[in-house]
């Protein structure tokens, strides 16, 4: 009986690694490079087919498998802490990969760039992250800061964190953004709250007060956008 844990005993056609070489990268399937971030499957499935089972749970969706855990990832047989370590970090990868290509764009025009900067970062997230980006009076980017990380539902902000570092770097223009996991870009009380008090210590400070971005997948919701700020 073919061993299907091992590659060497796939049908040719079940054999991605060989396919990468001859072909490239571009021409494997979400499925096929999954199976090779895999190496093996277990007793009663290939790579492949592990590969194909947990795709079909995120809806064959590369944005909800970038939001997926290793408990989640372990669930499956065959699956150990080696194999889902190996595919976090390659999530991890392709997101770090996104960020420095967004990176060489420092200049801040709109809320589109804003977007840009932060969806590598937060998009993929299962939980909330607050993130504050500083910029000089050419809108360039100066830094950025993780405020607070929270839960699935919320996230605490303190506002004069977000002040000392505005003053720290000497920031003429301030930025916040975050997510929500639920993929509702929509946002909350207290994300209209945090807004205002924001926008008022901002004033305080004679610091412009660019932006809130709410990141949520592949959509966003900007106060500035809206005539909020």
């Known amino acids: 009986m073919r061993n299907k844990k091992s590659i060497k005993y796939w049908a040719d056609d079940d054999k991605p690694r060989e396919k990468i070489l001859q072909k490239g990268s571009q021409a494997l399937s979400?499925?096929?490079?999954?199976?090779?971030l895999?190496?093996?499957?277990?007793?009663?499935?290939?790579?492949?087919?592990?590969?194909?089972?947990?795709?079909?749970?995120?809806?064959?969706?590369?944005?909800?498998?970038?939001?997926?855990?290793?408990?989640?990832?372990?669930?499956?047989?065959?699956?150990?802490?080696?194999?889902?370590?190996?595919?976090?970090?390659?999530?991890e990868l392709g997101r770090r990969r996104k960020q420095e290509e967004v990176l060489q764009q420092k200049i801040i025009k709109s809320s589109q760039d804003v977007y840009d900067y932060f969806q590598p970062i937060l998009g993929d997230l299962s939980h909330e992250e607050?993130?504050?980006?500083?910029?000089?009076?050419?809108?360039?980017?100066?830094?950025?800061k993780l405020i607070s990380s929270g839960g699935t539902t919320g996230t605490f902000i303190d506002i004069k964190l977000v002040m000392k570092n505005a003053l720290d770097n000497l920031a003429q223009s301030v930025i916040i953004a975050h997510n929500h996991p639920s993929g509702n870009a929509v946002p909350s009380g207290n994300d209209v709250e945090v807004t205002k008090k924001i926008k008022n210590a901002c004033e305080f400070f004679d610091i412009n007060f660019f932006d809130h971005i709410i990141i949520a997948d592949k959509s966003f919701y900007s106060f500035a956008d809206k005539g909020l700020i």
């Open 30 to 36: 979400d499925v096929e490079l999954l199976a090779i």
């Open 38 to 91: 895999l190496g093996s499957g277990s007793a009663n499935q290939s790579a492949i087919e592990l590969s194909r089972s947990i795709l079909n749970d995120v809806s064959n969706n590369l944005n909800l498998l970038g939001k997926i855990t290793a408990k989640d990832l372990m669930k499956y047989s065959g699956v150990g802490l080696a194999k889902a370590s190996t595919i976090l970090a390659a999530l």
């Open 130 to 144: 607050f993130h504050v980006l500083f910029l000089n009076r050419a809108n360039a980017v100066i830094s950025s």
